[in-house]
């Protein structure tokens, strides 16, 4: 017997790294994905990913995409009680676990464990406890790749927003820094690696700062994406987002 499991996902590396590990476990039968995205946007929470983007990752990924959509602003009540539809839903379709590529920040695992504990669904952390210093190695050695898409311009140079996750990124990081930004320094989304059928045709786009962080806009390869709004790139404003669903920078 497998634990059907879905995997919260961010569109970030970490959140590859955790389908990855999950993949190799023969106990585990990842069935789907589960992400939250601004409902006014149609963007990933801090990472401002394109709606469509992260269906072309599930289809890469060869995995069904779950989507929870928050109001903006979300307030906690609004945030839970749409992830708690959510998993109710999970809950019908007899997923018994869902896996998140949160790495060692207690608190978060905590209110994750906390909210999960009444639908009786499993939390799972499949990459939590390692070494980030050698996983961001490991990752970057595999052949995984991704668009640094926000960075936190008080822990980093701006110009690192656009730039691609890769060694020559690694490298360039000071050394006071997180190479896996657990605590948000920076955030990604994962175009290539051993975990996409194939890479995803992206690049860069637009740069620009919106209430303190600097984000840069992900574009599809091969197709008109439309213009970026004006405020698709905002953070979201109070606390729910630090707890999102979406795990994995």
Known sequence: MTT?????WSSGKDS????HLLRADPTIEVVGLLSTLNQATGRVAMHAVRERLLEQQAR???????KVFIPDPCSNEDYEAAMGAAMADAKDA?????????????????Y?????????IQPLFPVWGSDTRVLSREMVDSG???IVTCVD??????????????????????????????RGEFHTFAYAGP?????????AGETVERDGFVFADVLPIGGHAGPPKPHQFQPPADQPARFATNAGS
């Open 4 to 8: 059907k499991t879905l995997l919260s």
């Open 94 to 110: 007899r997923v018994e676990a869902i896996a998140f590529g949160d790495l060692f920040l207690e608190d978060i695992r905590r």
């Open 195 to 203: 975990m996409f059928e194939a890479p995803i045709p992206v690049g």
């Open 112 to 120: 994750r464990e906390d909210k999960l504990a009444p639908t009786g």
């Open 144 to 146: 995984l790749r991704a």
């Open 60 to 66: 890469a990924l060869g995995l069904p995409l779950t």
């Open 16 to 19: 590859a790294w955790a389908l």
């Open 153 to 182: 311009p008080k822990r980093l140079p701006r110009e690192l927003a656009g730039r691609t996750y890769d060694a020559d990124f690694l490298d360039a990081l000071p050394g006071d820094i997180d190479p896996c930004a657990e």
